[in-house]
């Protein structure tokens, strides 16, 4: 009777042990559910910050060149006016 009552131990032991791992398993599994899905809503916010840095970017390219034919323009009138009055001059210097 002490053998079988042994062998109802052990297998009362195992069957905790399995329960156990059923348990931890269960736990593995939500937990790497639940990461998988914060990882794709993380993706998703990743690709709106992209999207809207892309944007930016392509904003500061345009204001660069606004500014870049501002002065162009800027000096291509100074260097005109600076003409014109160099020509003015000699004009009033000749008479």
């Not at 736990?27 to 930016?56: C, F, G, H, P, Y």
């Not at 800027?74 to 009033?92: A, I, P, T, V, W």
Request: charged content about 35%; some cysteine; glycine content about 4%.
């Amino acid at each position: 009777m002490t053998d079988a009552l042994g062998v109802i131990m052990g297998k009362c032991s195992e069957s905790e042990e399995v329960s156990q791992l059923r348990a931890r398993l269960e736990e593995n599994v939500n937990l790497i559910s639940r990461q998988s899905q914060e990882i794709a809503t993380l993706k998703s916010e990743l690709k709106e910050v992209l999207s809207e840095r892309d944007m930016l970017l392509c904003e500061v390219s345009r204001l660069k060149f606004e500014m870049e034919m501002a002065d162009l323009k800027r000096l291509h009138e100074g260097r005109h006016c600076n003409e014109y009055g160099s020509k003015l001059l000699r004009f009033y210097v000749f008479f």
